[in-house]
């Protein structure tokens, strides 16, 4: 999914670094007591921008992909980039002996889409696959009956949430529907740039004062506020998306490289052989939980995660660029259509003539 301008593609990078930094957080096996104080919440602030960036990814892809049409390269494309990763860590951690695997994890290294190794990926290929139907059910209404659709999805997924046993897909068609209305109706997010940042600001610090509540209630689950269908999370998500829609950012070479690599990144860190290594041994978070350090290791750790990974893939890049990797791509996706097409003309004239 190639973006228009440099806007969304900052703001894909701003929402993966929220990402690793809720990783740091949650992944970090900190053992924390019952005692509060700056570090703990340190930690947890850190957790919330997780579900945030997640639905900023979405919201993109709903408003540049409702006018548009899916590519069925794009999804190999995205396949065979998690694919390729997932078995690369797998021959690598066996190699050096990193971490013991089981079956599980050898079947959720070579078929990580069928076996959500990557829980956001799996969802994600789905509602790619589902964006042609989308798109007919939405191009067909007009704004009101989009609005009504838009506030059912709403009260359905944030105010009454009902669980349809899909995973996140059902959370991730709203955000798709979301984004492709702000992006068929922009008047109505078109508000100066500094009113969504203060509503995104206010917003965020308000989640983290519902987490110091919870907190200080020594209620069970403090960050029950930070789910992707919170309320809150939704008003940052929007407010923010809001902002960076509205704002004039000049095309940068330097952002377009850093965005064609976020996936990547996530596909990297949080692979489910190295996500608790990298957290746990090698930048060892637990020991820091009481260190004076803690808010230097977590932006040195998060920042060192996020370019090192960044690194790794856009050298991938280039070694599938010199192996003619897209160009093999094209043709699986030219013999994909072609016999798809046959095969359904073979039905209809059996079948239906």
């Known amino acids: 999914m190639k973006l228009r301008n440099s806007n969304f593609e900052l703001l894909r990078i701003i929402s993966m670094l ?71 860590f797998f021959f690598i951690n066996q190699y050096f002996q990193i971490v013991p695997v089981g079956g599980l994890i ?36 007009d704004q009101k009956q989009y609005l009504v659709l838009l506030m059912s999805l709403i009260v359905l997924n944030v105010l009454i949430p009902i669980n349809l046993g899909f995973g996140s897909v059902d959370w991730f068609i709203f955000l798709y529907v979301l984004g492709g209305y702000i992006s068929l109706y922009p008047k109505l997010f078109s508000k100066n740039g500094l009113v969504y940042l203060n509503v995104f600001f206010i917003s965020y610090f308000g989640i983290f004062v519902t987490i110091i509540i919870l907190d200080y209630l020594r209620f069970t689950s403090p960050l029950y506020f930070i789910s992707e269908n919170s309320p809150f999370i939704l008003i940052c998500s929007i407010s923010l998306f809001s902002f960076f829609k509205n704002v004039t950012i000049k095309n940068s070479s330097v952002i377009n490289t850093m965005a ?29 939980l009481n260190s004076e350090y803690l808010i230097l290791h977590a932006i040195a750790a998060i920042l060192i995660t996020f370019f090192v990974s960044m690194l790794i893939d856009i050298l991938r890049n280039k070694l599938f660029h010199v192996l003619r990797i897209g160009s093999l791509r094209q043709i699986l996706v030219t013999k994909i259509q072609s016999n798809s097409l046959k095969i359904l003309n073979d039905f209809r004239v059996k079948y239906l003539d």
């Open 18 to 88: 929220l990402i690793v930094a809720h990783h740091y957080s949650i992944h970090g096996n900190w053992n924390m007591d019952d005692s509060i104080n700056i570090n703990r919440l340190f930690v947890q602030f850190l957790s919330i921008g997780g579900k945030l960036g997640v639905n900023l990814f979405v919201m993109i892809t709903g408003y540049f992909m409702i006018k548009s049409n899916i590519k069925l390269n794009s999804v190999i494309k995205l396949v065979s980039q998690t694919w390729f990763y997932s078995v690369l």
């Open 106 to 141: 050898i079947l959720k290294s070579f078929l990580p889409i069928i076996f959500n190794s990557y829980w956001f990926i799996t969802s994600f290929v789905v509602l790619f696959l589902l964006i042609p139907y989308l798109n007919i059910l939405i191009n067909n209404l």
């Open 260 to 288: 064609s690599s976020v996936f990547g990144i996530y596909l990297i860190h949080d692979n489910i052989i190295l996500r608790s290594y990298i957290w746990e041994n090698v930048f060892k978070n637990r020991e820091y």
